[in-house]
């Protein structure tokens, strides 16, 4: 089956722009994760959901970050007024049970 | 402070040899443990997991071991293979809690 999908593969946007991420979980995974990982480093938790609430934000840097499952499936992480710190690889990942996570290829946003 | 650690940033081994990869943690109340794998350009795959009341976990060639007392737990490749060559990544959780805490990941490479 298809696994966890993640558009665009990458992202180069302007200092100051807002940029939109997508992720597209296992079908049926009723919980989804969003991840920041730096070159060199493994993923640091931003956020996760079940369904459709939002249930741990603590891992948002700032207010500019946000995220939304409005149906319980498809998410979206945006990113208000960019800054070259924003640039990083953004990684999704959905799990059924609660501890095994399925990432996907992730999304590599540059900030000029 | 890092609460996940990952102290040696590569580990070259010969084909057939066994492979131990180390993770250390900070915090006690990480009751879930799961190691990862990945290769370039995609995300990490799930590799194997073990809860804290276990003190061993084994699959096919993979074994994981968990020292509580010492807040450490290693991966064990046995015979290893030049597929296994990836970066490995440990991370921790609290069972049923979403998000997972990474180590910034151990580079495997496996020569033939």
């Known amino acids: 089956g298809a696994g966890v999908s993640q558009s665009p593969r990458y992202k180069v946007t302007k200092r100051g722009q807002d940029v939109a991420l997508r992720c597209d979980p296992i079908?049926?995974?009723?919980?989804l994760y969003w991840y920041r990982q730096a070159l060199g480093q493994g993923p640091e938790f931003l956020t996760y959901?079940?369904?459709?609430?939002?249930?741990?934000k603590s891992g948002l840097p700032n207010d500019r970050f946000s995220a939304e499952r409005p149906e319980g499936s498809i998410s979206t992480l945006t990113i208000q007024r960019t800054e070259q710190r924003d640039s990083a690889m953004y990684r999704c990942?959905?799990?059924?049970?609660?501890?095994?996570?399925?990432f996907g290829p992730g999304t590599r946003l540059t900030v000029l | 402070d890092q609460q996940v650690k990952q102290n040696s940033p590569s580990l070259s081994v010969q084909e057939g040899r066994i492979s131990i990869l180390n993770c250390d943690y900070t915090?006690?109340?990480?009751?879930?443990f799961l190691w990862y794998k990945k290769y370039p350009a995609e995300g990490p795959t799930f590799l194997i997991s073990?809860?804290?009341?276990?003190d061993k976990n084994e699959d096919g060639r993979f074994t994981v071991f968990l020292n509580k007392s010492a807040k450490h737990l290693s991966l064990h490749i046995v015979p290893s293979q030049p597929g296994d060559s990836a970066v490995y990544f440990c991370?921790?959780?609290?069972?049923?809690?979403?998000?997972?805490?990474f180590g910034d990941g151990t580079t495997l490479t496996v020569k033939p």
């Open positions: 990942a959905s799990s059924a049970a609660d501890n095994e996570q399925f």
């Open positions: 079908s049926g995974h009723v919980s």
């Open positions: 959901f079940n369904y459709e609430a939002q249930q741990d």
């Open positions: 915090n006690s109340m990480f009751d879930y």
């Open positions: 073990i809860s804290s009341i276990k």
């Open positions: 991370a921790a959780k609290y069972t049923n809690a979403g998000k997972s805490t």
